[in-house]
Each structure stands twice: as C-alpha cells, then as structure tokens.
C-alpha cells in the first residue's frame, strides 16, 4: 500500500494515518521527520539541507525529493509508505512523478473551513499535562479549568480562529491544488496513475476510519 494523504489543517489526517499504517505495516513517512534525521545523521543530503536552513531558505524539491528516494530504499518501505504532508505543492507532485515514485491511492480527507475552525479554535489545553479538551464537543467540569488539577486552561496560538483561517488559505492556495491534479491523472488512463478516493471527514473518528480502509480495498 504505497499512498499520499491529502486535507486540510486539522482534517484528522494524523489520526487516520495511524490507523492506516497499522492496517498495512506500513511507515508514515514526514519530511519534516527525514530532514531532522538527515541533518542529526549529518548525511551529504543533510549537510546541504542544514546549509539552506542556516540560510533562512526553504530546502529546495531536488534535496526533498532525494531524501525521499533514499528514505524508500529503507527496509520498513517494503510492504508501502504513507506521505504525511508531501506532497504540497503541483511542483513537488511533478517531481515525484519524474522520480518515478510509484503510488497506489490519493485519499483526500474532506471537511469543510468552517467544521475547521470550530473543531480547531475550539480546543483548550491544560499546558502541563498535555490534556487536551474542546469548549463544545469535550467541555471540562468547569469552564476554562483543567478537570484534574483546577489549573486554568489555554488556546494555543495555532488554534486561535485567525491563525487557523490563515492555514486555510494556505492550503486551499498550494495544496488543494493537487486533488485535481490527481484525479486528472487517474483519468487520463494512465497506467502509472494512483486511483483518487474522497473521504467525508466529517464524524466520528471510527466512521471515518472505517470509510478508508474501505476505500483502499476499493
């Protein structure tokens, strides 16, 4: 099972990889992961990627692309791969695609902004434990206090509704663009060309669980 997650910012998309990963045996594979692992490993490709970084630049398609090449050779990529957050761009889905990296599925996950923003702006964390609440779907006992320890709870800047808004519009920017470039792919009748399947993402984590892994066996 060699496949690309696709959706917005707080689409669920870890959650799901989760449990696709498991269903395969498969690695989920991050660039942020490979490139922290290159530069710490100080590997060539990791060296000229720290240089870039040093720099205040972005690393370039050519260096994300090798490293994933290299990071496919690894053992855990026999039985397939998930690409969490990579592609991002048409760019970067061309590179692939020259690279001749083979992919079975493009699964999108599809939740509305404004599901977004409420699910995402709505969440309340207690900053010591890591526990994590939401104001309507998993209120604490008392508003604005951690449920064990009375502490008072935050919002963390990643999920005040602006900066969360902002994401958005990132995404819809770069990397909406991708679902149609891969469901053009998959109709032109290319044999290379992995199958596209649209998930609703909104409900429950199982339902939706159950709605991929259904749609991998289709």
């Known amino acids: 099972m060699r496949l690309v997650l ?3 910012p707080g689409a669920g998309k870890g959650t799901q990889a989760r449990y696709i990963c498991d269903a395969y045996g498969i690695p989920q594979i991050s660039t942020g992961d490979m490139l922290r692992a290159a530069v710490k490993a100080g ?3 990791g060296v000229a990627a720290c240089k870039v970084m040093d720099a205040g630049a972005l690393v370039s398609d050519e260096i994300i692309i090798a490293l994933v090449r290299d990071r496919l050779q690894e053992p855990d990529c026999r039985n397939g791969y998930l690409f969490d957050g990579f592609p991002r761009t048409i760019p970067q889905a061309d590179a692939l695609r020259d690279a001749e990296v083979a992919l079975d599925y493009v699964l999108e996950l599809d939740v509305p ?6 699910r995402m702006s709505g969440r309340r964390v207690h900053p010591a434990s890591g526990r994590t609440y939401h104001v309507k779907y998993n209120p604490p006992k008392v508003s604005d206090r ?3 320890t009375d ?4 919002q ?6 602006e ?3 902002k994401r958005l519009a990132v995404y819809h920017q770069q990397t909406e663009p991708l679902v149609n470039y891969y469901k053009s792919w998959a109709a032109n009748g290319d044999s290379r060309a992995p199958r596209y399947r649209r998930i609703d993402a909104l409900g429950s984590v199982e339902k939706i669980r159950d709605a991929v892994l259904a ?4």
């Not at 902004?113 to 409420?118: G, L, R, T, Y």
């Not at 502490?151 to 935050?154: A, K």
């Not at 963390?156 to 509704?161: F, V, Y």
């Not at 749609?215 to 289709?218: G, K, Q, V, Y």
Request: glycine share 4%; hydrophobic share 40%.
């Open 146 to 148: 951690d449920d064990v």
């Open 156 to 161: 963390r800047e990643d999920d005040k509704e």
């Open 215 to 218: 749609a991998l066996r289709s």
């Open 163 to 165: 900066t969360v808004r």
């Open 43 to 45: 590997t060539p490709l």
């Open 113 to 118: 902004d404004a599901a977004i923003v409420e």
């Open 151 to 154: 502490e008072p709870l935050i």
């Open 6 to 8: 696709l959706g917005p």
